[in-house]
Structures are given as C-alpha cells and as structure tokens.
C-alpha cells in the first residue's frame, strides 16, 4: 500500500531523465545482461492469452492421461494407441470448447493438421505461463509435457499430420520480429525494469525516488523506441515481461541469500561457540557423512551457493529442460524406479548446462567439498521434469525457515508474555534463533535422506535430499511449536 501510494504522488516534474539519476544498480544480482537474459525471459500472456490458458488447463486437470498411458502394457503398440486415443481427446475437446461446429469437423474428418497452428498455440501459452509462474499448473504442466513429448514420438507425430512443439515467445524473439532488439541494450533498461521492494530500513522517500526514476526510464524508452512497428503498448509488456523476471529472481533466491547471511552471522569456521559445533560423524543421529566443523560450515556454504546460481538461472535451465522432454530423437524408457513407474530419459542440454554452472561455482572457491556427481537421467532424477521441480523446491524449504525466524523477531517486540516463554523455554530469542540455524545446518547436509551413498550422500542432488529430509523431521523438533506459532504451515505451499 506504501509504495501504491508513493506512485500515486510522484510527479514528473521534480526528477530530470540523467545518467547520474537512471544508472542502473551496481549491486544488480544479475550476473549476465539484460539482452541475454531476455532469450529465456516469457513474454507475459496477454488478456486473450490468459482466456485459453484456462481452457488448457481446464482440460489437462481433468485429464487422466499420464495415469492411462504410464502403465504397464502387453505391447508398445497398444501403448501407442492408447496415446493417441488420450491426445487427440484432448485436442478434439480443444477445438470443441472453441468452435462447436469446427469440433464437430474434426471429429469427422479427424485431419489435426488443419489447427497445427492453433494447438501450437495454446500449449505455448501453457508453457509461457508455467515457466513465468513455478507455483502455478503443479499437475496439470507435468500432463502437459508428457502429453506433448508424446506426440512428438515419431510413430504418433505421423499418425496426428503435425508437430504440436512451438517455440515459447520470449522477449527476445518478440523485439526481433519487431527488429528492435536494440532497446534491450538501452542504458536506463535496468532502471526500468527494475523490482521495488519495501525493504527494511528503507524510507517512504527512498521508495518515491524509486519509482519516480523507474516511471521516467520507462517513459524514456517507450518514447525513444516506438515506432508503426512496435508500438507503446509492446513495449510495456516487454519491460514488465523483464520485471516479472527479475521478482521471480528476488522472491526465489532471498531465502537462500537470507540462509548464507544466517550462516555467516551465527557460525564461523574457524572458531566454535560452545556446544555449537557443526561437526558430524557418519552413524550418529542419522549422518552419512563425517565433517570437521570447518569442513561442514563450507560444505552447507557451498551447497546453498550452487542453489542460489541454479535459482539466479532457472528460465534458461527451463528452457533447456523442455527441449530435452520435447526432442523426437531422444526417447524415454518406463521404469520402475521405487517409486512406481516414471519416464526415465536422458537430458544431454540441462546436464551440460549444469555442468558449467557447478563448474563456474566450483571456480569461485578454494576447495570444493564433497561429489560432483549430477543426476539426471536415472533413479534418481529421472528426467529433466523432475530436474526443474527438484530445484523449484528450494525456495519452499528455506522459505519458511527464513519466515519463521523473522516473524519471531517481530512478535516477541510485541508480545512480553511471549518472550518471557522463550526465555524460560528456549534461553533467549538469540538462543532460539541459533539452535534452530545449528539444527538446520547440521542436520540438513549430512547426507541422510537414503540409504545408500549412490542416492544421497554428498552429490549434488543429495544434498537436497538431505535437507528434504530435514523438513521431514521438523514435526519431532523441539521448536517445532515455534514454527507453528509464527504462522508455519508446510513446505509445500498452496498445492493445486
């Protein structure tokens, strides 16, 4: 409401467009520019766009198609017609839902190909929005990306007369059909696109001038850059298509930023305050792994890094990801992999980028500590899709950590009776506070989680594991009553 009303007052009169005034921000946590991020950035979906987003979702969330075709089958080819009986139902009641008599066409006809552009676009749409919102579609994208790496096996993609794979619509490709790509190379682009928080310590003013200067950047390029090919309204979507991005970044990587300050603030790895020790040893209270306390202070700083990098370049992982689902010359083999049968494929794009970024975070340190093993493509991670939301989970693990510790703060500055408990329960709100990170940063990176060094331990998706395995384990906490009551609820967020 704050910064609403801040916006409302600024005036145009007092701030002069000027490099001093429209510099970008030097502490950006963007490490590569706005003209290649925007490759992988969606555009935002417009008003007609979000109307058949509803009906792709709609269709995929009473779809039992993955429940159907991901079972065990006499022969592939009964399998491969029971998928095409699932998509072109699907499709069918797509064009149904739209044009009636169209619908009633094609069921007599049955030539898909005709509406090639059509599908193309309403699953580009899905995809768009999904990629622009991780918490959105948690079941429906995961039917949809099954349903359309489907119909693009050879043998289905020849019986439907089409490709249903079209290419998402990033701010990238859109400025370049339009021939402006050059307005992402403007120099007030970062000013413009820029994400205003209310920040603590930050001043009503502060805000205002915020504001101010980014109204006046975006009314810069608008008017710089719009012409009878790329109009004003374009453009906008294009700077807040860029701006959704950039408070993607900041809600998802600052409660991994909050964890590494928590950890630099509350341990050092030189010296150990008495009975904090992060020390580990393997057989004792469920530790796989056996760490010095220096040695497990950098490896919970190592592994909270590579998740913040990872995070910082979700959209272009995700991006890679769906390329590999949707490739037709790399198939998925049904497996039972422990926990029933899933699509196990391999993910040559996503794992080499992976590669580069646990290299590049690699380089960034003295010694890197533990594996280097990445899985992709087996038991364990079977597919790119699982890769993407393995790693859409860390914000929801740390999240609430980072809620829980904050909100304690505020309530116990208003509450008297409630600090009186937690100084005869806990010792202090300080006390409090570090047995709970003490906790966290022992237990959520000691390998535990499986029950072999293969699947958990010390590798790079192990380590995740380990702190899933945490989470599982809060209820036996002794704070786990502090969770509850600063408003804790789950880990899982709002699961639809």
């Known amino acids: 409401k704050e910064v609403k009303s801040a916006s409302e007052d600024a005036s145009d009169s007092d701030t002069e467009i000027d490099d001093t005034e429209l510099k970008g921000d030097p502490g950006s946590l963007h490490k590569s520019s706005v003209l290649s991020r925007s490759k992988y950035i969606p555009l935002r979906l417009s008003l007609a766009e979000r109307k058949m987003l509803r009906l792709v979702e709609s269709a995929m969330k009473c779809s039992e198609y993955t429940t159907n075709v991901d079972s065990k089958f006499k022969n592939e080819a009964k399998r491969t017609h029971k998928m095409l009986q699932g998509i072109t139902g699907v499709l069918h009641g797509l064009v149904m839902s739209c044009n009636y008599e169209a619908g009633q066409r094609l069921a007599e006809e049955k030539d898909f190909g005709n509406y090639e552009n059509y599908f193309q676009s309403q699953f580009e749409i899905a995809r768009r929005h999904k990629i622009m919102n991780p918490e959105k579609m948690r079941a429906e994208y995961g039917k949809l990306v099954y349903l359309m790496a489907d119909a693009m096996k050879p043998e289905v993609k020849d ?22 790509t050059e307005l992402l190379e403007d120099k007030y682009i970062e000013v413009a696109t820029e994400e205003i928080l209310a920040t ?28 009878h090919n790329l109009d004003a309204e374009d453009i906008h979507l294009c700077l807040y298509s860029i701006c959704d991005n950039n408070s993607f970044l900041n809600s998802n990587r600052l409660p991994v930023d909050k964890m590494i300050d928590y950890l630099r603030e509350y341990f050092n790895p030189t010296s150990i305050k008495t009975g904090y020790s992060l020390a580990i040893v393997s057989g004792e209270d469920g530790a796989r792994l056996s760490h010095s306390h220096e040695r497990q202070y950098y490896f919970a700083l190592q592994s ?21 689902l949707l490739s037709s010359t790399i198939q998925y083999s ?86 009186s408990f937690i100084d005869k329960s806990f010792g202090g709100l300080e006390t409090l506070k570090r047995d709970i990170l003490y906790d966290f940063f022992k ?47 789950g880990f899982d967020g709002d699961f639809r």
């Open 159 to 180: 019986s439907l007369g089409f490709d249903v794979k079209g290419d998402l619509m990033t701010v990238y490709k859109f400025l370049e059909e339009k021939g402006e």
């Open 200 to 227: 603590k310590g930050k001043s009503r003013s502060e805000i205002q001038q915020q504001i101010k200067r980014k109204e006046k950047a975006v009314k810069y390029i608008k008017e710089k850059y719009a012409n």
């Open 304 to 324: 909270l890094t590579l998740w913040r990098d990872i995070l910082d370049d979700m959209f272009r992982l995700w991006s890679l990801a769906e390329e590999d």
């Open 334 to 419: 049904l497996k039972d992999t422990g926990q029933g049968q899933q699509r196990v494929q391999q993910s040559p794009k996503t794992y080499r980028a992976m590669q580069a970024l646990l290299q590049r975070v690699q380089a960034s340190v003295d010694t890197w500590i533990g594996s280097s093993m990445i899985h992709l493509g087996d038991h364990n991670v079977p597919n790119a899709l699982n890769f993407i939301d393995k790693y859409t989970q860390v914000p929801r693990i740390l999240g609430p950590i980072v809620v829980c510790l904050e909100n304690l703060e505020k309530m116990v500055d208003a509450d008297e009776n409630l600090e």
């Open 443 to 489: 237990s959520a990176f000691d390998g535990s989680g499986a029950s072999n060094f293969y699947d958990a331990g010390s590798c790079i998706d192990g380590r995740l594991t380990s702190a899933w395995n945490w989470c599982q384990s809060l209820p036996d906490k002794e704070f786990y009553c502090i969770f509850k009551l600063t408003g804790f609820t």
